[in-house]
């Protein structure tokens, strides 16, 4: 799939609540639920709500392949190596390093930990053409612990304008980075501001059934 076919939310989602479902699935949050079953409108978390209402920095963010399933990301904590942690209205849980994904909790089939390193070296570069390597370690729920090594291609698309809110639109390079590993390859988008080298918006794979997530970033 290319940016030209991408199902990219707008920032009228902002307000969306998303709605809760039914799932056997005790892993999963309502957020994932409700792409199945739409029944009610969840209730912010507290925690969530009160980040909120502090100016937390903010995502909005979509699952792809689930229609209407939307929410908003606040940031909860940032430690001393960069590495943050995201919180969703009904408990999903995001791991972000620099704008890319580095571990989801709530999803069902999450990242346990993921080593991005390479690639955010390459688009902070902004290189036309990089190889890179992408690690991801699945949360398999179970003791063994498998990591995934992939080879990773990342290339530079176009430029485009992003808006971020009414009164800004961010200049940015859209990056491509395709990642293979002989059993599995994903192909994941970064829309990296120029100047700032910020990524403001991507699409990033969770796995085979989870798969993307699209993430803006919320500029006030």
């Not at 590993?181 to 910020?198: A, K, M, P, T």
Request: hydrophobic share 40%; proline share 2%; with cysteine.
């Amino acid at each position: 799939m290319t940016h030209m076919t991408m199902r990219f939310f707008s920032l009228t989602f902002i307000g969306c609540l998303v709605l809760i479902g039914c799932s056997s699935d005790p892993n999963q949050s309502e957020f994932v639920r409700q792409a199945f079953t739409r029944n009610a409108v969840i209730e912010p978390d507290a925690e969530f709500s009160d980040l909120q209402s502090a100016g937390a920095p903010a995502y909005v963010a979509g699952l792809q392949n689930k229609e209407g399933a939307y929410t908003l990301f606040v940031r909860q904590t940032i430690n001393v190596k960069g590495e943050e942690t995201w919180i969703s209205l009904d408990h999903l849980s995001l791991g972000i390093k620099e704008g890319m994904i580095i571990a989801t909790r709530g999803f069902g089939n999450d990242i346990y930990a993921a080593d991005v390193d390479k690639t955010l070296l390459a688009l902070k570069a902004g290189h036309e053409r990089a190889i890179t390597e992408h690690f991801i370690t699945p949360l398999s729920g179970s003791s063994r612990v498998e990591r995934l090594a992939f080879r990773c291609l990342v290339t530079r698309v176009s430029r485009q304008s992003v808006p971020l809110s009414v009164s800004y639109t961010a200049d940015t390079d859209l990056f491509s980075e395709t990642c293979r590993n002989g059993q599995v390859d994903f192909q994941n988008l970064f829309w990296v501001e120029r100047g700032s080298r910020r990524i403001v918006q991507s699409r990033q794979w969770i796995s085979k059934e989870t798969g993307d997530i699209a993430l803006r970033l919320i500029v006030k």
